[in-house]
C-alpha cells in the first residue's frame, strides 16, 4: 500500500505541471474561442458568440492567404530539410576521422536561440551590408538585392533560415538510425555485385524508414511553429509576403488584442496540425507495410 501511494507521490510533479502549462491554458483557449475577448474593451467583457469567431476567421481572405503561405513554407522547408540531412547523414556515416568534431559542428545551429539565428541572417543578407549578397553578387546574382525585402524573394529567404537551423536535427536522427543497421546485408549486396543506388534503395531506406519518419514528424510540426525568425526577419512582410499562421495569430492576439480571436484561430491550428500529421503517419505506415 505504501509503494503505490509513492508512486503517485513521484507522479504528482509531472500531474501538476502537465495540468498547469497545458490543460488548463487548453482549456481556457477553448473557453475564449466561443467568447467575444477584447483587452482594449474590458468593459464590454466576454460575451458568448458561440462559432462566430470561427466563422470570421474561416470567411477571411486573409486567414486563406496565411494558410497557402504557411502550406507552402512548411512543405519547402521540410523536403529541403530531409533531402540535405540524409545527404549529409549519408557522408559522414562513412567519416572515419574527426566525425566528432564534424556532428558537433552541424548541430551548432540547433542549439542556437532563434531569435539570435533571425538577427544573424537578417545581418547577412542585408543588401548593402550583408556577406552573402556580396558572395552571391560574385557569381553573377544581381547586387544589392533585398532579399528579405522584396515579396518574391521573402518567403523563399526565410525557408533557407529555417532549413539552416533544423536541418542537422534531421541529419543527426537519421544518422542514428545509419549507425544502428547491420553491415551483414551491405556486405552480402557488394559480393552480389549490386550498385550503390541500387543498395541504397533496396536496402537503406526499408532499414533507416522508421527514423525517416520520425524526423520528418518532428520537423512538420516543428515548421508550423516558426515564429522568431519571421519576426526578426520580416516581421510579416513586406505588405503580407510571409505572415504565416504564427505570426497572424501573434498579430490578432498581441496587436490586435482580440483575444477571443486569436484563440480560436489556436484552436484551428492545433487540429489542422495533429490531421496533418495523423495522415502522414498513415501514409508512412502504408509505405511500410507496402514495402
Known amino acids: 500500500m505504501e509503494e503505490k501511494k509513492l508512486k503517485y507521490i513521484f507522479l504528482l510533479p509531472v500531474f501538476v505541471f502537465l495540468l498547469a502549462f497545458i490543460i488548463f491554458p487548453l482549456a481556457y483557449s ?29 470567411s477571411s481572405p486573409e486567414f486563406w492567404d496565411s494558410t497557402l503561405k504557411t502550406l507552402g513554407f512548411v512543405a519547402g522547408s521540410v523536403l529541403f530539410s530531409f533531402l540535405l540531412g540524409l545527404g549529409l547523414a549519408l557522408s559522414l556515416v562513412r567519416v572515419t576521422r574527426l566525425k566528432e568534431f564534424f556532428r558537433t559542428a552541424f548541430v551548432i545551429p540547433t542549439i542556437m536561440p532563434p531569435i539570435v539565428i533571425g538577427l544573424l541572417w537578417r545581418f547577412m543578407l542585408h543588401p548593402h551590408l550583408g556577406i552573402i549578397d556580396y558572395l552571391l553578387s560574385q557569381v553573377g546574382f544581381p547586387p544589392h538585392m533585398a532579399w528579405l525585402g522584396n515579396p518574391s524573394t521573402a518567403l523563399f529567404s526565410l525557408m533557407v533560415i529555417d532549413v539552416w537551423e533544423w536541418m542537422p536535427l534531421m541529419m543527426l536522427i537519421m544518422l542514428a538510425g545509419l549507425m544502428s543497421i547491420p553491415k551483414a546485408p551491405f556486405e552480402a549486396a557488394k559480393v552480389d555485385g549490386l550498385s550503390r543506388w541500387t543498395t541504397f534503395r533496396k536496402l537503406t531506406v526499408p532499414m533507416i524508414k522508421p527514423m525517416m519518419i520520425v524526423a520528418i514528424l518532428i520537423r512538420t510540426m516543428d515548421a508550423f511553429r516558426t515564429f522568431e525568425i519571421i519576426y526578426t526577419g520580416t516581421k510579416g512582410g513586406p505588405g503580407t509576403a510571409t505572415k504565416t499562421w504564427e505570426f497572424f ?43
Do not use: D, K
Not at 492545433?270 to 502504408?286: E, K, V
Open 249 to 291: 495569430a501573434y498579430r490578432i492576439g498581441w496587436e490586435y488584442f482580440n483575444m477571443g480571436l486569436a484563440s480560436a484561430f489556436s484552436i484551428i491550428m492545433l487540429f489542422l496540425i495533429i490531421g496533418l500529421c495523423m495522415l502522414l503517419l498513415r501514409s508512412f505506415r502504408r509505405g511500410v507495410q507496402i514495402g
Open 30 to 58: 477553448i473557453y475564449l474561442s466561443f467568447h467575444r475577448c477584447g483587452l482594449t474593451h474590458p468593459e464590454i467583457g466576454t460575451p458568448f458568440v458561440g462559432i462566430g469567431n470561427y466563422w470570421e476567421l474561416l
